[in-house]
């Protein structure tokens, strides 16, 4: 008789809902607003690919998947279609998805004559040959661990117990169970197939996607380079992934042995050095995307080569690593406290390191104002003092964070508990405050003479990228931890009709779970965005306050 389940309404619209917040998102960055498709925007375009799709291919939430657990643990586990598809299915369609929208959001041509180029694109000419041979050996291994699990024996949990043999020794006997071999190597091998064919056809749209009429044939092909390259490391750390759980699974000692406590998961080892070998094999660059005759500065930014106010400016990155890495430290020492006061104590770590990060951004603006400062030299401003990639992810980091609080809250009002969701709120709110002094710096800031023309712009977009990257983050990040630390509270609103049945006071919920870890981990990359420290063109000079008052 076949296999029968059927996937709440939920989580199909879930992803429908995201693919167009997706989409969204890539046409804002590739098809900016007043400007159009530039080099530039097609390069901040392809990365913004990259880190979505990376963000899409946790495999996290399927690690167990096939174990039989011999105490109840938090979420479900992974035995039946129902929790399994979910948990393998939108990683593995996510990742594909995320990068063929990369494709697709790709503005049509706009002028009334298009040059055609009568030759075939195929996908050989154009893909990166080390990286694909990589690609398939990391395919072919995981494809080999699937197989080995094919041949292993499934086994019943018994809940562990200690066993004592001699006075003051003591054995430990029993554990967690397994599905049969054949059902979790059905499981993984499917979705092997699914990634390498989904790899293949999206590998087919990128070779054979119209070509950009604001970049020339070469450059053409290298943005096709680049992308395979992004899509390759992805699906490779993905194939990686699955060897990973198939490694668990087969490491998972019989409970029925004596001394079955001590295993090693070689293929998560393996799965390890595969990720970051992928994030150390960069794309190519399109030359195009850099700083080119007209809007390179009179002197170049390198260091040896900067106005002393720039180097200040590029020094501050260190100190604000070391500024969010001090609260870190101290939260290590005080982790029995933060424990006891969970998502409250964790939303006050998270706005310490904002607040001291955002405190030594506005020092450096007071700093570089009282060292360099002058009021004779007019003040000039950015006209696009943050890009539209990260604009766009701050406002949808407050939307998310905004959601997230209300339901929270609102659960928590059903259950009757404690509202804890209220020191967020309030923690958050500071984090906002904190950020006012360093806009009103940057803005307010004298100009600093005898820097290149559109320099000084610079300077105050770069304190304005930070800063709103700062608020950005920090609100990803707490909406992660709402999300983990409450999940009961949106099982009180949801209702277990929302996620399969699930019971609202059995514990917590993966979906949820999940959903605050790929916040967490779009938290940490969202802190991490890089400055691009070029010159944009300044908005006319605000004028001088003497200036006005003459007049």
Same mark, same amino acid.
């Given at each position: 008789?076949?296999?029968?389940?059927?996937?709440?309404?939920?989580?199909?619209?879930?992803?429908?809902?995201?693919?167009?917040?997706?989409?969204?998102?890539?046409?804002?960055?590739?098809?900016?607003?007043?400007?159009?498709?530039?080099?530039?925007?097609?390069?901040?375009?392809?990365?913004?690919? *990259?880190?979505?799709?990376?963000?899409?291919?946790?495999?996290?939430?399927?690690?167990?998947?096939?174990?039989?657990?011999?105490?109840?643990?938090?979420?479900?586990?992974?035995?039946?279609?129902? &929790?399994?598809?979910?948990?393998?299915?939108?990683?593995?369609?996510?990742?594909?998805?995320?990068?063929?929208?990369?494709?697709?959001?790709?503005?049509?041509?706009?002028?009334?004559?298009? =040059?055609?180029?009568?030759?075939?694109?195929?996908?050989?000419?154009?893909?990166?040959?080390?990286?694909?041979?990589?690609?398939?050996?990391?395919?072919? *291994?995981?494809?080999?661990?699937?197989?080995?699990?094919?041949?292993?024996?499934?086994?019943?949990?018994?809940?562990?117990?200690?066993?004592?043999?001699?006075?003051? +020794?003591? =054995?430990?006997?029993?554990?967690?169970?397994?599905?049969?071999?054949?059902?979790? !190597?059905?499981?993984?091998?499917?979705?092997?197939?699914?990634?390498?064919?989904?790899?293949?056809? $999206?590998?087919?749209?990128?070779?054979?996607?119209?070509?950009?009429?604001?970049?020339?044939?070469?450059?053409?092909?290298?943005?096709?380079?680049?992308?395979?390259?992004?899509?390759?490391?992805?699906?490779?750390?993905?194939?990686?992934?699955?060897?990973?759980?198939?490694?668990?699974?087969? +490491?998972?000692?019989?409970?029925?042995?004596?001394?079955?406590?001590?295993?090693?998961?070689?293929?998560?080892?393996?799965?390890?050095?595969?990720?970051?070998?992928?994030?150390?094999?960069?794309?190519?660059?399109? &030359?195009?995307?850099?700083?080119?005759?007209?809007?390179?500065?009179?002197?170049?930014?390198? @260091?040896?080569?900067?106005?002393?106010?720039?180097?200040?400016?590029?020094?501050?990155?260190?100190?604000?690593?070391?500024?969010?890495?001090?609260?870190? $430290?101290?939260?290590?020492?005080?982790?029995?406290?933060?424990?006891?006061?969970?998502?409250?104590?964790?939303?006050?770590?998270?706005?310490?390191?904002?607040?001291?990060?955002?405190?030594?951004?506005?020092?450096?603006?007071?700093?570089?104002?009282?060292?360099?400062?002058?009021?004779?030299?007019?003040?000039?401003?950015?006209?696009?003092?943050?890009?539209?990639?990260?604009? +766009?992810?701050?406002?949808?980091?407050?939307?998310?964070?905004?959601?997230?609080?209300?339901?929270?809250?609102?659960?928590?009002?059903?259950?009757?508990?404690?509202?804890?969701?209220?020191?967020?709120?309030?923690?958050?709110?500071?984090?906002?405050?904190?950020?006012?002094?360093?806009?009103? &710096?940057?803005?307010?800031?004298?100009?600093?003479?005898?820097?290149?023309?559109?320099?000084?712009?610079?300077?105050?977009?770069?304190?304005?990228?930070?800063?709103?990257?700062?608020?950005?983050?920090?609100?990803? !990040?707490?909406?992660?931890?709402?999300?983990?630390?409450?999940? =009961?509270?949106?099982? !009180?609103?949801?209702?277990?009709?929302?996620?399969?049945?699930?019971?609202?006071?059995?514990?917590?919920?993966?979906?949820?779970?999940?959903?605050?870890? @790929?916040?967490?981990?779009?938290?940490?990359?969202?802190?991490?965005?890089? $400055?691009?420290?070029?010159?944009?063109?300044?908005?006319?000079?605000?004028?001088?306050?003497?200036?006005?008052?003459?007049?």
């Amino acid at each position: 008789m076949p296999v029968q389940f059927t996937l709440p309404p939920l989580l199909l619209l879930g992803p429908l809902l995201a693919a167009v917040v997706v989409y969204a998102l890539l046409r804002w960055v590739i098809w900016a607003p007043g400007t159009g498709t530039s080099p530039q925007s097609v390069s901040e375009h392809g990365l913004w690919v *990259g880190v979505i799709g990376w963000l899409a291919s946790s495999l996290q939430g399927a690690m167990n998947l096939g174990i039989i657990p011999a105490t109840p643990v938090p979420s479900a586990p992974l035995l039946t279609p129902e &929790a399994i598809v979910p948990a393998l299915g939108w990683p593995v369609l996510g990742c594909l998805a995320v990068h063929a929208l990369g494709q697709i959001s790709y503005p049509g041509p706009r002028r009334a004559r298009r =040059q055609a180029i009568l030759a075939v694109r195929r996908i050989r000419d154009f893909v990166p040959r080390r990286l694909a041979w990589a690609t398939a050996v990391i395919f072919l *291994g995981a494809a080999v661990c699937v197989a080995w699990t094919a041949t292993l024996p499934g086994f019943a949990a018994a809940p562990p117990v200690s066993v004592g043999e001699e006075p003051y +020794t003591y =054995q430990s006997a029993g554990g967690d169970g397994r599905l049969p071999g054949p059902d979790v !190597a059905g499981w993984l091998g499917g979705a092997l197939l699914l990634l390498a064919g989904g790899t293949w056809l $999206v590998l087919r749209l990128i070779a054979r996607r119209r070509q950009l009429e604001s970049l020339d044939a070469a450059d053409n092909a290298l943005l096709r380079t680049i992308a395979m390259n992004r899509l390759l490391r992805t699906v490779a750390t993905v194939a990686a992934g699955l060897a990973a759980i198939a490694g668990n699974y087969a +490491t998972k000692p019989d409970p029925a042995l004596p001394l079955s406590t001590s295993w090693m998961n070689l293929a998560g080892l393996a799965a390890t050095v595969v990720l970051l070998a992928m994030w150390c094999w960069r794309p190519p660059r399109l &030359a195009a995307a850099g700083l080119g005759a007209r809007n390179r500065p009179e002197s170049g930014l390198a @260091v040896g080569r900067q106005h002393p106010a720039a180097r200040l400016v590029s020094s501050l990155g260190a100190l604000l690593g070391l500024a969010a890495a001090v609260p870190l $430290v101290g939260a290590v020492f005080l982790s029995p406290v933060l424990i006891a006061a969970a998502g409250p104590g964790l939303a006050c770590v998270v706005a310490l390191m904002a607040g001291a990060v955002l405190l030594v951004i506005a020092a450096g603006e007071l700093l570089l104002q009282r060292n360099y400062g002058t009021p004779e030299s007019p003040r000039s401003w950015p006209r696009q003092p943050v890009s539209p990639a990260l604009l +766009t992810t701050a406002v949808l980091a407050l939307l998310v964070f905004v959601v997230v609080l209300v339901f929270t809250a609102r659960g928590q009002a059903l259950l009757g508990g404690e509202p804890d969701w209220i020191p967020a709120a309030l923690l958050t709110a500071g984090i906002g405050v904190t950020s006012l002094p360093a806009f009103l &710096a940057a803005r307010l800031r004298q100009s600093v003479p005898g820097l290149p023309a559109g320099m000084d712009a610079a300077l105050r977009a770069i304190t304005i990228h930070r800063t709103v990257r700062t608020l950005a983050a920090a609100l990803t !990040a707490q909406a992660a931890i709402l999300l983990l630390t409450h999940t =009961q509270a949106w099982a !009180a609103v949801l209702g277990p009709a929302a996620f399969a049945g699930t019971d609202p006071a059995g514990g917590p919920w993966w979906q949820v779970s999940l959903a605050g870890a @790929v916040l967490g981990a779009a938290a940490t990359v969202i802190a991490v965005i890089p $400055v691009r420290m070029t010159a944009r063109t300044p908005a006319a000079p605000a004028p001088h306050p003497d200036r006005e008052h003459s007049a």
